[in-house]
């Protein structure tokens, strides 16, 4: 596609629960990029990927959040046991480039909001 | 642990009026991008400065880059209501020269009234 995809755009999901996003960069994008956000904060960092390989997963808040981009494309965030702290805006990015000065292109977000 | 402020937190103007946003920091990075974003859409790049002292400009909108690369500034000429929005400021950082990530600063949220 033309740009970065995020699906589902809203989860809800019971305290508890386990939950994918998944992400679908630009073809032939390298680098992807988890963040999460809060209302009208600016987005946090959770994981980097560059191809394949997880080279950064300093953000990520517990062991209950693991990402994946098995084959060098799609990636999937998963939280595992869900707690209402979880809730936030889900954010994917991707970027041809290893170097962060290209900037990046964001999909849309995933909307989780645990209950 | 870096951190980008930026100020104001919010900022309501009328419409035709200059205003200018602040991202600081006490750290260096290697550039220094803005982005806007509207609700319910992910973030969307405006400008990318790499050069300490560096202008850029965009239309009404003209973004600089401190001399020790450790904050920016953007400045709106003339807003109009389709500038409002969620303003970011990010700074890329190399990390063991193996990875790189931007991270962003706090937010200015921009509504501009007509």
């Known amino acids: 596609g033309a740009g970065v995809s995020q699906s589902p755009r809203y989860k809800v999901a019971k305290r508890g629960q386990d939950v994918a996003l998944r992400c679908d960069p630009i073809s032939g994008h390298v680098s992807l990029f988890w963040y999460q956000q809060a209302l009208g904060q600016g987005p946090e960092f959770l994981t980097y990927f560059q191809n394949e390989a997880q080279l950064d997963k300093s953000g990520l808040p517990s062991d209950r959040f693991f990402a994946e981009r098995p084959e060098g494309s799609v990636s999937t965030l998963k939280i595992q046991r869900t707690q209402q702290e979880d809730s936030a805006v889900y954010l994917c990015?991707?970027?041809?480039?290893?170097?962060?000065?290209?900037?990046?292109?964001f999909g849309s977000g995933t909307r989780l909001t645990v209950v | 642990t870096q951190l980008l402020e930026q100020s104001p937190q919010f900022l309501s103007i009328q419409e035709g009026e200059n205003l200018t946003v602040y991202c600081n920091s006490s750290s260096v990075f290697s550039s220094l991008q803005w982005y806007r974003q509207e609700p319910g859409e992910g973030p969307v790049l405006l400008v990318t400065?790499?050069?300490?002292?560096e202008v850029k400009k965009l239309k009404r909108l003209t973004f600089q880059f401190g001399d020790a690369r450790k904050d920016s500034s953007l400045h709106i000429t003339a807003a109009q209501t389709g500038d409002t929005g969620l303003y970011l400021c990010a700074g890329g950082v190399p990390y063991g020269g193996a990875t790189n990530k931007l991270i962003f600063g706090t937010g200015t949220l921009l509504a501009v009234q007509p």
């Open positions: 990015a991707s970027s041809l480039d290893y170097s962060p000065n290209y900037g990046y292109t």
């Open positions: 400065v790499v050069t300490g002292g």
